[in-house]
């Protein structure tokens, strides 16, 4: 079975950064992508961020320029890096990785943007 563990979630000041961890229990070129969403109470959950095998990024407009992907093939490992951090970032952050039309979900790590 495929397992997803996030970690590095925390509470920051407006303006501060975190670096989010997915592990994940297997090589993680074996999905064709894997991406970081959050949720934050009461809304829908929102695409963030995605690298796919090739090494594609993609961002949602909402935090290009402030989150970064990135990866470790080694370690079985994505990243989120996340700077500038607003008070509207607070939610779960949680990573997700397909396999052809299958996904498989992290169980969410918090992040908390308040002064």
């Known amino acids: 079975q495929v397992v997803l563990a996030e970690s590095g979630g925390g509470s920051v000041q407006p303006g501060g950064s975190l670096r989010l961890s997915c592990a994940a229990s297997e090589n993680i070129f074996n999905f064709n992508d894997m991406a970081w969403s959050r949720q934050a109470p009461g809304s829908e959950r929102e695409f963030l961020a995605s690298?796919?095998?090739?090494?594609?990024?993609t961002y949602a407009d909402s935090v290009r320029g402030r989150f970064t992907i990135s990866r470790d093939a080694g370690k079985n490992t994505v990243y989120l890096q996340m700077d500038n951090l607003r008070p509207e970032d607070t939610a779960i952050y949680y990573c997700?990785?397909?396999?052809?039309?299958?996904?498989?979900w992290g169980q969410g790590t918090q992040v908390t943007v308040s002064s």
């Open positions: 997700r990785a397909r396999v052809l039309s299958r996904s498989y």
């Open positions: 690298i796919n095998v090739g090494g594609r990024l």
